[in-house]
């Protein structure tokens, strides 16, 4: 069983930046693939952002890419996604999911096995 906790969420204007953490605890965390997804009201949950057990691939969602960077820490069992120049499209719960079974990362949330309670992150215009 693993345990994810993010955390950063918040209300920032167009422009600004805010850095997301997600914290996870249970299993062995390195061996991992880490993904960011996100949900706007009304809409279904979307790829953000992955990275792989090294922080060696990452991927991004055309709709941020350049803009939103993960990254992860083993030490501290963390991974972040450093989300700037944010827009008021960007406003969604952000989620973080880990992939336990997998030998790459995927852009499809049924890919993910455990999953955060989510973080708020508003961008006003």
């Known amino acids: 069983q693993v345990q994810l906790v993010e955390s950063g969420g918040g209300l920032v204007q167009a422009g600004g930046s805010l850095r997301l953490s997600c914290a996870a605890s249970?299993?062995?965390?390195?061996?991992?693939?880490m993904g960011w997804f996100r949900q706007a009201p009304g809409k279904e949950r979307a790829f953000v952002a992955a990275?792989?057990?090294?922080?060696?691939?990452?991927g991004y969602a055309d709709s941020v890419k350049g803009r939103f960077t993960i990254s992860r820490d083993n030490a501290k069992n963390t991974v972040y996604l450093q989300m700037n120049s944010l827009k008021p499209e960007d406003t969604a719960v952000y989620y973080c999911?880990?992939?336990?079974?997998?030998?790459?990362?995927?852009?499809?949330?049924?890919?993910?096995?455990?999953w955060g309670q989510g973080t708020q992150v508003t961008v006003s215009s």
């Open positions: 990275i792989n057990w090294s922080g060696g691939s990452t």
């Open positions: 999911a880990v992939r336990a079974y997998g030998n790459t990362w995927t852009t499809r949330s049924d890919g993910y096995d455990y």
């Open positions: 249970g299993r062995t965390f390195t061996s991992y693939y």
